[in-house]
């Protein structure tokens, strides 16, 4: 039986690996805007179009600049709790009773690095917040059985996938 309530210290799961991509794609970005500005500016025929065209671009690009920020952000944030208790979960500020919870998948069983999202039921992909890894490395095994067996015990289809499928 699930204890009245259980507390771990979790983190954002994957926050670096994502600024990252998130950077390549605004480096990408920023690459098209100066090639479009370059020659637009060469052009004898400047276009409405084109200018448009390329402040788009360009809006894309620091849009995923602070994306990327916000991301190295998370990867410094202090540690959160999960708390499981009878029939709720709490993540950071955010409660989702059990018959909320779509889906949990889990990712690295056989690692170390065990990542954990909780699908809420109406979302097409786990949020952020409800991705993590359990920050205590001693008792990693033993406290992601106990989640995963208050998830069986609620019924909650769990899914061993890898991690970019579901994030």
Known sequence: MIPERRRFAVRTAYPITI?????????LFYMMFYQQYRLEKESPYPAIQNWTSIWFVLGVAILLTIAAGFS?????????ELELSEDRI?????ELGSQEIK?????GLDTDQIAIGIKPKGKLAVPNDFSFKINDTEQVGQQVREFLNWAKH???????RKSTSWM
């Open 154 to 160: 609620h019924n909650i289809p769990v899914i061993n």
């Open 19 to 27: 600024s990252f991509v998130y950077l390549i794609q605004a480096a």
């Open 90 to 94: 709490k993540l950071r500020r955010v």
């Open 72 to 80: 190295i952000w998370q990867a410094f944030r202090p540690e959160y």
């Open 103 to 107: 889906k949990v998948y889990i990712s």
